[in-house]
């Protein structure tokens, strides 16, 4: 019969560049087969001096002994990765000697450096095949069992239907089968209400699935099936609020098919489903591709993700990138909409390369400020042309207050705009009118109008209260004593909306001080430069 055993490494290598051509160097010992190994790295060699070397070497036991008892196969694979890049994948089949003279040029690991550090992953797989006890011929590996779609559908227990809406609306059962699938998909285009306009897509998909794959893939199918719920009684599972197609795509991985993740929106909306429905190893894939793909433009929207679903090697990877790339990514119109945390843990980045401008942070922590509350200040005009009321006029200039709170400025601009229109409408009117306002009576609608404007008072004044409280959070984490002199005073000291912090003061005094003794008297942590690396 056949036996695997395999093992899967990462090996980090430090000061790359200061290590002379010819080095050799030996990665710490691991076990896989029933040995003990190692694995050599050649920077270049007599023979192939403009290339990496990569060699699996077994200590102590030579392999081919008892070969009258048993044959091994090795397969060695080696992967050098970096986001954004595409990695350098090598694998190789059975082979005496176990590597690679040539892996790839030495000039190519450049670009795969990350603070003068090369980080390798190998892999090492070994097949031992027996001999026949009667000298026979060899027996192979059983192939693993295999089983059509029209074998599947025979042993299918159970029936899954997904939709789209929130509320499912629909109590049509699919029961076709499709041929060539395991799934019959069943998708129906319904029109929204005419007070909605235009028309929606409310797909649906029925899939027919076996309980005990579905309930090894995922705890939440486990649960399901055996909970005693109706679902596993009657063999049938209705899912809401989720997009038939990524549900798909989740079911064939389970059943061990190869899907293709598109891109980052694509990656992130199936770690959405497949979080909420507990399938781990599709989570973790998605994150895999994720991390090949951050760039510029989704490295927030990765992040933020990370964060979300807890995948501590993607945040990782976003904050390598982030650190070679956070001036142009400051500047890009997704920093000015990621949700506050992300924002925080970006601004706090630090083990940075070469000269860091501090003042880059600054800018970036002024302008999330200025285009939230921009956000706010158009949402409070679109209310006010809902209700008929005259648009409330944009502030002058940045959004910023001076000595004045958020709330009480945009007010105080709706109130002068109403005012002046209320003096509009009653111009002209009779002096020795005996019949006042004053006097009406409320009507059950004025009163459900003013509740209506009350709450959305309390609505606008709840988020200008909420940015202006991530803004301390956030100027509190700039290193202002990293910034220079001219710029303190120029620029920061009349920021109204920076001076008016609690503590501000202390920090800009501590920033002179600093600057008074050259850099030589000792700074917090918090205020040093980000080229250092926090432990």
Same mark, same amino acid.
């Given at each position: 019969?056949?036996?695997?055993?395999?093992? *899967?490494?990462?090996?980090?290598?430090?000061?790359?560049?200061?290590?002379?051509?010819?080095?050799?160097?030996?990665?710490?010992?691991?076990?896989?087969?029933?040995?003990?190994?190692?694995?050599?790295?050649?920077?270049?060699?007599?023979?192939?001096?403009?290339?990496?070397?990569?060699?699996?070497?077994?200590?102590?036991?030579?392999?081919?002994?008892?070969?009258?008892?048993?044959?091994?196969?090795?397969?060695?694979?080696?992967?050098?990765?970096?986001?954004?890049?595409?990695?350098?994948?090598?694998?190789?089949?059975?082979?005496?000697?176990?590597?690679?003279?040539?892996?790839?040029?030495?000039?190519?690991?450049?670009?795969?450096?990350?603070?003068?550090?090369?980080?390798?992953?190998?892999?090492?797989?070994?097949?031992?095949?027996?001999?026949?006890?009667?000298?026979?011929?060899?027996?192979?590996?059983?192939?693993?069992?295999?089983?059509?779609?029209?074998?599947?559908?025979?042993?299918?227990?159970?029936?899954?239907?997904?939709?789209?809406?929130?509320?499912?609306?629909?109590?049509?059962?699919?029961?076709?089968?499709?041929?060539?699938?395991?799934?019959?998909?069943?998708? *129906?285009?319904?029109?929204?209400?005419?007070?909605?306009?235009?028309?929606?897509?409310?797909?649906?998909?029925?899939?027919?699935?076996?309980?005990?794959?579905?309930?090894?893939?995922?705890?939440?199918?486990?649960?399901?099936?055996?909970?005693? !719920?109706?679902?596993?009684?009657?063999?049938?599972?209705?899912?809401?609020?989720?997009?038939?197609?990524?549900?798909?795509?989740?079911?064939?991985?389970?059943?061990?098919?190869?899907?293709?993740?598109?891109?980052?929106?694509?990656?992130?909306?199936?770690?959405?489903?497949?979080?909420?429905?507990?399938?781990?190893?599709?989570?973790?894939?998605?994150?895999?591709?994720?991390?090949?793909?951050?760039?510029?433009?989704?490295?927030?929207?990765?992040?933020?993700?990370?964060?979300?679903?807890?995948?501590?090697?993607?945040?990782?990877?976003?904050?390598?990138?982030?650190?070679?790339?956070?001036?142009?990514?400051?500047?890009?119109?997704?920093?000015?909409?990621? *949700?506050?945390?992300?924002?925080?843990?970006?601004?706090?980045?630090?083990?940075?390369?070469?000269?860091?401008?501090?003042?880059?942070?600054?800018?970036?922590?002024?302008?999330?400020?200025?285009?939230?509350?921009?956000?706010?200040?158009?949402?409070?005009?679109?209310?006010?042309?809902?209700?008929?009321?005259?648009?409330?006029?944009?502030?002058?200039?940045?959004?910023?207050?001076?000595?004045?709170?958020?709330?009480?400025?945009?007010?105080?601009?709706?109130?002068?705009?109403?005012?002046?229109?209320?003096?509009?409408?009653?111009?002209?009117?009779?002096?020795?009118?005996?019949?006042?306002?004053?006097?009406?009576?409320?009507?059950?609608?004025?009163?459900?109008?003013?509740?209506? *404007?009350?709450?959305?008072?309390?609505?606008?004044?709840?988020?200008?209260?909420?940015?202006?409280?991530?803004?301390?959070? !956030?100027?509190?984490?700039?290193?202002?004593?990293?910034?220079?002199?001219?710029?303190?005073?120029?620029?920061?000291?009349?920021?109204?909306?920076?001076?008016?912090?609690?503590?501000?003061?202390?920090?800009?005094?501590?920033?002179?001080?600093?600057?008074?003794?050259?850099?030589?008297?000792?700074?917090?942590?918090?205020?040093?430069?980000?080229?250092?690396?926090?432990?």
């Amino acid at each position: 019969m056949g036996l695997f055993e395999e093992c *899967n490494h990462k090996w980090t290598i430090p000061e790359w560049s200061r290590l002379p051509l010819k080095s050799v160097l030996k990665s710490q010992r691991f076990n896989v087969g029933n040995h003990e190994w190692i694995v050599e790295l050649y920077k270049g060699s007599s023979k192939h001096p403009e290339h990496l070397g990569i060699f699996f070497e077994p200590i102590g036991t030579h392999l081919k002994s008892h070969k009258e008892n048993y044959i091994k196969t090795f397969k060695v694979s080696l992967s050098i990765i970096k986001p954004g890049i595409q990695p350098i994948d090598k694998e190789g089949g059975a082979s005496d000697g176990w590597g690679y003279y040539e892996a790839t040029a030495l000039q190519n690991l450049q670009n795969y450096l990350t603070d003068d550090q090369l980080t390798l992953y190998f892999g090492l797989n070994i097949e031992q095949k027996t001999k026949n006890s009667l000298c026979g011929p060899y027996l192979h590996p059983k192939q693993p069992l295999r089983f059509s779609d029209q074998d599947l559908k025979y042993f299918q227990d159970v029936t899954i239907h997904v939709f789209k809406d929130e509320n499912d609306e629909s109590n049509e059962n699919e029961n076709d089968f499709n041929k060539d699938s395991i799934a019959s998909i069943s998708r *129906n285009k319904v029109k929204k209400a005419k007070s909605n306009g235009g028309t929606t897509s409310n797909e649906k998909i029925t899939i027919h699935g076996h309980k005990f794959i579905l309930a090894t893939a995922s705890p939440w199918f486990r649960d399901i099936f055996f909970s005693g !719920m109706k679902e596993s009684t009657q063999n049938e599972v209705t899912i809401c609020g989720i997009d038939p197609r990524l549900f798909k795509w989740i079911f064939d991985f389970s059943y061990g098919k190869d899907i293709y993740i598109k891109d980052s929106t694509h990656g992130i909306n199936i770690i959405k489903v497949a979080d909420r429905l507990q399938f781990k190893y599709i989570k973790e894939y998605a994150f895999s591709c994720l991390r090949t793909q951050i760039n510029m433009s989704n490295i927030l929207d990765i992040w933020e993700a990370s964060d979300l679903y807890d995948c501590t090697e993607t945040r990782t990877s976003c904050e390598i990138y982030m650190k070679s790339n956070y001036t142009d990514i400051f500047i890009s119109p997704e920093w000015l909409s990621v *949700n506050d945390n992300c924002a925080l843990n970006a601004i706090k980045i630090d083990g940075l390369k070469g000269i860091v401008d501090e003042t880059v942070f600054y800018k970036a922590v002024l302008a999330r400020r200025e285009a939230a509350t921009q956000k706010v200040i158009d949402l409070q005009k679109l209310k006010e042309e809902e209700s008929g009321d005259e648009v409330t006029k944009a502030l002058p200039g940045t959004p910023t207050p001076s000595n004045v709170n958020l709330y009480e400025k945009i007010q105080k601009e709706i109130k002068d705009i109403k005012g002046a229109k209320g003096a509009k409408d009653t111009k002209g009117e009779s002096k020795d009118n005996d019949y006042t306002t004053d006097t009406q009576t409320e009507t059950e609608t004025e009163k459900l109008e003013r509740l209506e *404007n009350m709450r959305w008072e309390r609505y606008i004044k709840e988020e200008l209260e909420a940015i202006q409280k991530h803004f301390e959070v !956030m100027i509190c984490h700039i290193r202002f004593p990293q910034m220079d002199i001219e710029f303190i005073a120029d620029t920061v000291e009349k920021e109204d909306a920076v001076m008016q912090i609690p503590g501000i003061k202390d920090i800009l005094f501590e920033s002179y001080r600093h600057k008074a003794f050259l850099g030589k008297r000792e700074l917090s942590k918090k205020y040093q430069s980000r080229s250092i690396e926090s432990k």
